[in-house]
């Protein structure tokens, strides 16, 4: 098994996805496919940061999804999406792989229409999940919007662009259950809780 390095900030991310082996393959497969602006995001590196916080080794094995996501506006069918997990199933067949292209998913969340994979990533429900990562010349790169210090700190909280789907984001985390995996988290489940006044959300926020 692969060491896990300490974890305070996102060098150390990127450092523990680069030492551990299944997960920099996967970064490695997507890499090869030369998407225009491609990442993986959301549990891929969330939970594995959570494991290794809660003293686990981490086992891509467990998750539900890999998130693949990239953007290119010229061309927003599904079918190009559906293409792309076939070839990343011939590469790894064992993986639930999940391609978006960004550049449409605006339409699915109600928002305007997004500039680019990173803004995307910042619409996510919780600065917790708004990370991804990418493999570049074999080099691990992680992207995130809002910093990583509340995925570091097993905080979740409402990304800034929640404001107005508060409801959402309590379903989303109450569906989830993830302190039953994960008991050292803080969820904040209410606006205030997460900003509290007079600090703006984005005040908050370490970008």
């Known amino acids: 098994m692969n060491p896990a390095p300490p974890l305070r900030t996102i060098s150390d991310i990127e450092r523990l996805l680069e030492a551990h082996a299944a997960s920099h393959a996967l970064l490695l497969h997507v890499e090869s496919l030369e998407l225009p602006d491609a990442w993986i995001g959301a549990g891929f590196i969330r939970n594995s940061v959570w494991d290794v916080l809660h003293g686990r080794p981490i086992d891509v094995a467990r998750l539900a999804d890999v998130d693949v996501l990239f953007f290119d506006s010229r061309d927003t069918r599904k079918e190009p999406e559906a293409a792309i997990e076939f070839r990343l199933r011939s590469l790894a067949p064992d993986i639930p792989w999940s391609v ?51 995925l570091l700190n097993l905080i979740v909280r409402p990304a800034p662009f929640f404001g107005h789907k508060m409801d959402i984001y309590r379903e989303r985390v109450t569906a989830k259950d993830w302190p039953a995996r994960w008991p050292d988290l803080r969820m904040l489940m209410t606006w205030e809780e997460a900003y509290p006044t007079p600090h703006s959300s984005f005040d908050r926020i370490d970008t």
């Open 100 to 150: 978006k292209n960004q550049a449409r998913m605006h339409l699915r969340n109600g928002d305007a229409p997004y500039r680019g994979t990173a803004d995307a990533v910042a619409h996510w429900a919780e600065t917790a999940t708004a990370v991804a990562a990418r493999s570049t010349g074999g080099r691990v790169e992680v992207m995130a919007p809002y910093g990583v210090d509340d």
